[in-house]
């Protein structure tokens, strides 16, 4: 079993600014220095994001905020579907059991399509 090694932000945030600043290539870096490339990868990223205490990129906080939006959508569109079943069910269930909705209109008429469209 490998034993796992553990770099300190200031070497990561170093061979990162290396790589960015065209001193070295990915290659190079990554042979100097026993590390996958797959590794520069995600710490480039972090890098970009600003977890090696540096201020994170433009570009970076712009998709973290994307990212954010994209969950809090689909978050809601979840919600909103189980809303849509569940008024839908229980119009049903009224229509099953002969009442109408509130305010005395026939639950034929009270869901106007709105629910199925």
């Known amino acids: 079993m490998r034993n796992l090694r553990s770099f300190s932000l200031e070497f990561k945030r170093q061979v990162v600014e290396e790589l960015l600043s065209g001193e070295s290539r ?24 600003g977890k090696f205490n540096n201020e994170p990129t433009e570009e970076a906080a712009l998709k973290d905020r994307v990212e954010k939006l994209e969950r809090l959508v689909g978050k809601l ?7 849509k079943k569940g008024l839908q069910h229980n119009l049903s269930q009224q ?7 509130p305010g005395g209109v026939p639950s034929s008429a009270a869901s106007g399509g709105g629910v199925n469209s």
Not at 95 to 101: L, T, V
């Open 95 to 101: 229509r099953r059991n002969g009442k109408s909705s």
């Open 26 to 49: 990915q290659a190079q870096l990554c042979r100097r220095h026993n590390i996958s490339s797959s590794l520069l990868y995600h710490w480039k990223k972090q890098y970009s994001r």
């Open 77 to 83: 569109t979840l919600e909103n579907e189980f809303l």
